[in-house]
């Protein structure tokens, strides 16, 4: 994908940063590319894909990128969603990459797909936050 | 679709009004639900549906909203970009709300379906904040 090569820092908590580039067209990815995009740990292993990801519709922010897992871990298809801010896009990789070992996935929240917590939990996306030690804001 | 119920004030300019829930329960939409929701104009007529959107990796933020519509005036299968903030969630009508006529969009900055602005014309989003009178920041 022509995006890929220039997504270096994605996800990165510094968007004002010299290496962040300043056009549109190196700053924008379409939703539907977002999806699917493969999944890795610092190890290089590949986790999982990104199945959707949720937009806060007051402020317009991406908040939580969900990963599907299928069958990884004997555990089925599960949806495992992380804090946006955990995700950095690796180029050379062609994906995310996160600080997240598939131990700690074991232990993550998680939900199959008839599921939806983020309607019937309202402090879903705290729990979230929680466990991947990322501030709730 | 359970969200639709409380998203009457989506995309607003103002987050802290206190229309707006502040638990994400009714603040968190999924990536593929806002693809192939509906958009309206402001007299009720269906225009067509979001296609996908463009999401800031830096930011985070989700910052135009793409339309396809399907041979509609006669142009075949087209994408209008929209500024995100352009869109208001309507829960009565069950999709987004544009204040955008049929005759501004024969106008209007669309492309076709093997063709990526985004990518080859740097100052693409900036052409569409300024065709909707939207300052672009």
């Known amino acids: 994908m022509q995006e890929e090569a220039t997504m270096a820092a994605y996800g990165t908590s510094s968007p004002t940063s010299d290496d962040v ?4 067209t190196s700053r924008l990815i379409a939703s539907n590319k977002v999806e699917g995009t493969s999944v ?4 290089g292993e590949h986790l999982g894909e990104v ?10 922010k991406v908040a939580y990128a969900v990963m599907s897992f299928g069958g990884f871990l004997g555990i089925g298809e599960s949806y495992h969603p992380l804090p946006w ?9 062609g994906g995310f990459v996160v600080d ?7 232990g993550a929240p998680r939900y199959g797909r008839d599921e939806d917590p983020w309607a019937s939990d309202r402090d879903y996306g705290r729990t979230v936050h929680s466990y991947y030690d ?4």
Do not use: C, H, I, W
């Open 21 to 24: 580039p300043t056009d549109e």
């Open 85 to 93: 801010e955990a995700l950095n896009y690796d180029s050379s990789m």
């Open 40 to 43: 890795y740990n610092l190890q």
């Open 134 to 137: 990322y501030p709730y804001e």
């Open 100 to 106: 997240v070992d598939r131990s700690d996935l074991e």
């Open 51 to 60: 199945y959707n990801f949720m937009v806060d519709k007051y402020s317009g």
